[in-house]
Each structure stands twice: as structure tokens, then as C-alpha cells.
């Protein structure tokens, strides 16, 4: 279907390009709806699984910390804690509209007419789509440094200072999700008439927050790569070591481990839709202005992608539960504790050591 095959909306509030409710045309999409991946058992399924899967996590993610007393790790472990509580608060809200829409099957624009309801679904689903994929790129960062340069500082990251760089992320995001609201570009109501996002028409303003929405989302995940690549090559370098092989520590493997599938993760889920938003958006630039409707194609794969975003909030928690320590040495006995990684460089001063391993 092409561009211009789009039949304009029924209504008058639909048919204005300028409201959040002409990007897709209603009358098509209750029907076909009904069998299709947005039926409401789906959406349930979807979110049950994700909300219980998020509150287990962090339910040992507490107790956890708790029996804690390296530094290192507990800066961690504050890190999964915001990735965690943002997944869940995500699901949490998205579902709280989501899923009474699939069952009731109300009209947006009489129960919504300003679109104040569509806007902050929008604003939820660019702030908890951004907050895990640069938590994910600050926990590579945070181990980087902790592994590539530990004699750069004589303490780990502590808890508070853990938490007030959470706390930098959720607001950075805030303010990226609220730039529509301000006037940068609109959130608009999808397909199937459940949810809003952002608008991939070719307008100035929306195609400047979509490429900015995706091209921060792209280096995040690469970001996240290219610090846990030079991660993992530097511990297998020093294990590998002849004088360092039988002395190394499993909190650095398990967390790299943790990292790593977090990246996977994001990078399937993610990159799909990151990459399809900037494609949609920059084939659309020579037909601007002419365009007032996304063909059904689009809605139906911007649906699709959107499916396997959700995926990574349900996914997440799981990488924490079941690549822990306590659970790899179940599953290969030979797992044992060993000293830090501090003991994996031959020259170090004797005092200094002391300190760090200390610490």
C-alpha cells in the first residue's frame, strides 16, 4: 500500500491533522483487531507475566543487597534495582490504560478530547522505552572503569552516589518525553486505537524527535557495547594469565555476565524498532507535507515492534534472577569463590592492595 491509499478517518476530531487522533484510521482497525496480536488476552498475558517477573527480581535484588558488603558490587546492585523498578512502573502504567481500552473498547476522542490522556501515554512510553537503554549503557560504563582502570580511584561508587546517578537518568528521560508536550513534535493515537506514541509523519517537528527518540536509543546500545566488549576482553586477557589463572573472582564474572545479557537483550528487542522509526520517517522527507495519515502496513509493523520492546521489560529481570551466582554454581558446581580482581595484576604494592580489597 502506498503512501497516498490511506482513506482520511472517520470524524471530525479524526480528520484533523493537527489533534492525536488522525494518524490511523479507526473504522478498519476495531475489526480487524478482534483476531490480530492486540486482542485483549494478549495484552493481559503480556503484562501479568512482565509485572510479576519485575517484582520477583526485585524482591532478590533486596534481599541481596542486604548481605552485602563489597562497595563494588552494591553500586551495582543499585543499578539493577532502577532498571528493575523502571520496567515494572512501565508496565505498571502502560497497562493501566492499555488493557482497560482492549476490554471496554472507548471512544479517545470523547473521553479524551484534549488529549492530555494520549500525551502522557506517549510521554510514559518514550520515558520508560529511553530509562533502561541508558541505564543499561551507565552499568557498562560504571564497569568499564571498574575493571579497565581500578587503581583510578580508591573507592567503589557508593550507594548514594549510585542512586543520584539513577536518579540523572530518569530525569534526562523526563525531559526527552516531555519535548513533544513543549512543542517539539506530538504524540499521536496508533493502531489499533489503544495506545499513543510518537508520530512518524514527515512534519519538521516530528521527524526531529523521532530521530532524536531513536539515534539516542541506537547509541546507548552501542555504547553499552563497545565498553562491555573491551570489559569481557580484558578479563579473559588477566585470567588467562599463567600467574593469575587459578585466581580469580566470580563477582566480576557474574556481573559482566548480568551486562551482557542485559545488551543482548536490548539490542533484539530494540534495534528493530530504533532502525524502522528512522527508515519510516526519512523515506517519507520528499513527500512532506502531503502526508496526513501512516499507511496500514506501518501501523501494523510499528505494532509488531513495539511487541518486542515489551519483551525486553519482561526479559530483564530474568537475565538478574537466573545468572547469579547462587544459581551458576548449582548448575556447574565448580564455580567457587576467588579473590578480586585486584589480585589479577602481578604488580601492586602490598599497602595499596590492602586498601583496595578493603574497600
Known sequence: MGWGDMEPPNGSAAGRSDTCFGVFNTSDSRDNAQNSIASPWFSTAFGLIGLCSNLFALCVLLSSSRKLSSRARSSFLVFLCGLVVTDFMGLLVTASVIIPYHFIKFTWAKV???????????????????CPLLLGATMAGERFFGINHPFSRSTSISKRRAWSIV???WGFSCLLGLLPVLGLGRYTLQYPGSWCFLTLLPDTGNVVFCLLFALLGIFSVLLSFIFNTVSVVTLCRVYHDRESVQRRRDSEVEMMVQLVGIMIIATICWMPLLIFIIQTV????????QIQML?????????IYIRMVTWNQILDPWVYILFRRAVLQRVYPSLRPRPSILSLYPVLNPSLGRKLTAD
Open 167 to 169: 536518579g540523572l537518568v
Open 295 to 303: 499507511p496500514m502496513e506501518t501501523q501494523k509493523m510499528l505494532l
Open 282 to 289: 526519512l523515506q517519507q522527507l520528499p513527500a512532506s507535507g
Open 112 to 130: 479524551d478530547p484534549g488529549c492530555h490522556l494520549c500525551n502522557f501515554l506517549g510521554f510514559s512510553m518514550v520515558f520508560f522505552g529511553q
